[in-house]
Antibody, heavy 120, light 109 residues
Framework: QVQLVQSGDEVKKPGASLKISCKAS????????ISWARQAPGQGLEWMGW????????AYAQNLQGRVTVTTDSSTSTAHMELRNLSSDDTAVYYC?????????????WGRGTLVTVSS | QTVVTQEPSLTVSPGETVTLTCAAS?????????PNWFQQNPGQAPRALIY???NKHSWTPARFSGSLLGGKAALTLSGVRPEDEAEYYC?????????FGGGTKLTVL
């Protein structure tokens, strides 16, 4: 079965960088795109970015452009999301999610989330 | 910056039918936005319900259906059950970018 296992919760200081991993199993890693989304406490979901593990194509949310980078390592079937120059506004649960088999099937399978707290 | 708008909250009685909608600030939502819908219970990761406007995943209960309605994407729950109380999010595709709606808190009373 499809599984996405995310790295553990983190506490960061303002100005620091964050890198979260998402290890995939149960399917051919390079075949499906992976998105990242986050959810601040008591708030809605915010899409952050997407990567095609096969070609390396990426897309990012406009408001995070320049501060976020998503990458993949096919040798370990792992996706990574790096977010730089953190502030308290980046405190959130971060999720990775795998797309389905076509353009229209988005974020079909989700990881359990990684809680990131940014505090001085 | 594209904004996707949903009803903040809706209340429905068990057994009734309710429709949640999803509008885009850019204009009418079309099939080309490939509307997807997700359900989220408190403290849990979201769960995909509907993709490509109308299609259900293998785990999606039959009482959930998706459509386009009056220039918006819509999620209809027919015969609502108490366990359907949750937050529901739509997501629209704008090229390779994706935008979530603000979510609808569905209360079943």
């Amino acid at each position: 079965q499809v599984q996405l296992v995310q790295s553990g919760d983190e506490v960061k200081k303002p100005g620091a960088s964050l890198k979260i991993s998402c290890k995939a199993s149960g399917y051919s890693f390079r075949t499906y795109g992976i998105s990242w989304a986050r959810q601040a406490p008591g708030q809605g979901l915010e899409w952050m970015g997407w990567i095609n593990p096969s070609g390396g194509d990426t897309a990012y949310a406009q408001n995070l452009q320049g501060r976020v980078t998503v990458t993949t390592d096919s040798s370990t079937s792992t996706a990574h999301m790096e977010l730089r120059n953190l502030s308290s506004d980046d405190t959130a649960v971060y999720y990775c999610a795998r797309d389905g088999g076509d353009t229209a099937t988005v974020m079909q399978y989700w990881g359990r989330g990684t809680l990131v707290t940014v505090s001085s | 910056q594209t904004v996707v708008t949903q009803e903040p909250s809706l209340t429905v009685s068990p057994g009734e039918t309710v429709t949640l909608t999803c509008a885009a600030s850019t204009g009418a939502v079309t099939s080309g936005h490939y509307p997807n819908w997700f359900q989220q219970n408190p403290g849990q990761a979201p769960r995909a319900l509907i993709y490509d406007t109308t299609n259900k995943h293998s785990w999606t209960p039959a009482r959930f259906s998706g459509s386009l309605l009056g220039g918006k994407a819509a999620l209809t729950l027919s015969g609502v059950r108490p366990e359907d109380e949750a937050e529901y999010y739509c997501l629209l595709l704008f090229g390779r970018a994706r935008v979530f709606g603000g979510g609808t808190k569905l209360t079943v009373l």
